[in-house]
């Protein structure tokens, strides 16, 4: 018998998730859509409330008490709202009120994609038992969330810690989010991938062009491939050194789909940090991958929906309505 269950959705520009978490921890229903991410607001929604509905079919809704929504950002938790950079059809859109309708007026609340990997992170994973972490999210973009003084570090919107819009290329490449040589231009998935290609890497008989066929490639040596990963590591590290230098985090968690490139990413960020980590107070940053996988979403949208569940009893972003 479940007990304690939320109603958990992971919103991201690829995938949309959904799951109903117990107190344990443990998912015990998923649903999951492709997110029409080049389509309008209202498209983007109806998958949203798709994935609700199969979770509302279940014949453990009736114990949901709450939801709980880990969202690619920027977010505005303190309105509701969420503006993806990768989902363009969502600019101000009104999330938080739309599932709150969804779901029949149960209270919801609302975090950027990587606070909710970081709560997942502190409450499950490799950065339990720390007062002061970064943790981040290396997929289709690139998000964070702290852990500060053993409490989760939202921010007034939800957004503190987003260390993918952190400039680390002054004249670097324009970024969808109106800056350059953001982290996020330069470590995520697609332009891992991109740059690659650029430099003339091309895909097996398979046709895969991901960043995950870039890492079978720079693990077998291929050059490109290996100096494409080389260089999202050598942008991740001066991300993870500017915030570790400014808020003196103990430990950098790195998940998210790019994440389990492993040691073709973890091997040269390590290396980068050397370079970039040199003040005494942040040259013993460990960098860990994290533990939670591709659960995190869930689990930590889960976690900011209860205020219990959130490391060291941090209160909960406010859930809106309910």
């Known amino acids: 018998m479940h007990s304690d269950l939320t109603a958990a959705l992971d919103i991201g520009g690829t995938k949309i998730a959904g799951a109903l978490v117990d107190g344990d921890g443990v998912i015990v229903v998923?649903?999951?859509?492709?997110?029409?991410?080049?389509?309008?607001?209202?498209?983007?929604?109806?998958?949203?409330e798709g994935v609700l509905g199969e979770l509302a079919a279940s014949p453990l809704w009736g114990g949901v008490t709450?939801?709980?929504?880990?969202?690619?950002?920027?977010v505005d938790a303190s309105?509701?709202?969420?503006?993806?950079?990768?989902?363009?059809?969502?600019r101000g859109f009104p999330l938080v009120d739309r599932v709150r309708q969804a779901t029949g007026g149960l209270p919801v609340t609302l975090v950027g994609d990587g606070v909710a990997m970081t709560a997942a992170e502190h409450w499950q994973g490799a950065a339990r038992g720390y007062a002061d972490a970064l943790c981040l999210v290396v997929s289709t973009g690139v998000g964070g969330g702290l852990v500060l003084g053993g409490r989760l570090h939202t921010g007034p919107t939800g957004n503190a810690g987003h260390i993918g819009h952190i400039s680390v290329e002054l004249d670097g490449d324009p970024c969808p989010c109106g800056?350059?040589?953001?982290?996020?231009?330069?470590?995520?998935g697609p332009n891992i991938a991109r740059r690659a290609l650029d430099g003339g890497w091309r895909p097996g008989p398979d046709g895969d062009a991901t960043a995950a066929a870039v890492a079978v490639a720079a693990r077998a040596g291929h050059p490109v491939a290996v100096a494409s990963?080389?260089?999202?590591?050598?942008?991740?590290?001066?991300?993870?050194?500017?915030?570790?230098?400014?808020?003196?985090?103990?430990?950098?968690v790195i998940g998210g789909g790019v994440a389990g490139a492993g040691e073709v990413l973890f091997a040269p960020l390590r290396r980068a940090l050397r370079d970039y980590a040199?003040?005494?107070?942040?040259?013993?940053?460990?960098?860990?991958?994290a533990l939670t996988g591709?659960?995190?979403?869930?689990?930590?949208?889960?976690?900011?929906?209860s205020p219990r569940r959130l490391p060291g009893g941090a209160p909960a972003p406010a859930p809106l309505g309910g």
């Open 179 to 188: 800056s350059r040589g953001c982290v996020e231009r330069i470590a995520s």
């Open 229 to 252: 990963f080389e260089r999202a590591a050598q942008a991740l590290a001066a991300g993870i050194a500017a915030t570790a230098t400014l808020v003196e985090v103990q430990i950098a």
């Open 66 to 74: 709450a939801v709980g929504i880990g969202s690619a950002g920027p």
């Open 294 to 305: 591709t659960d995190a979403g869930l689990l930590g949208a889960a976690a900011a929906a």
């Open 79 to 90: 309105a509701g709202t969420v503006s993806p950079v990768n989902v363009p059809g969502w």
């Open 30 to 48: 998923r649903a999951q859509r492709p997110t029409p991410a080049r389509e309008d607001g209202e498209t983007v929604m109806g998958a949203v």
């Open 278 to 289: 040199t003040l005494s107070f942040v040259q013993r940053l460990t960098v860990a991958p």
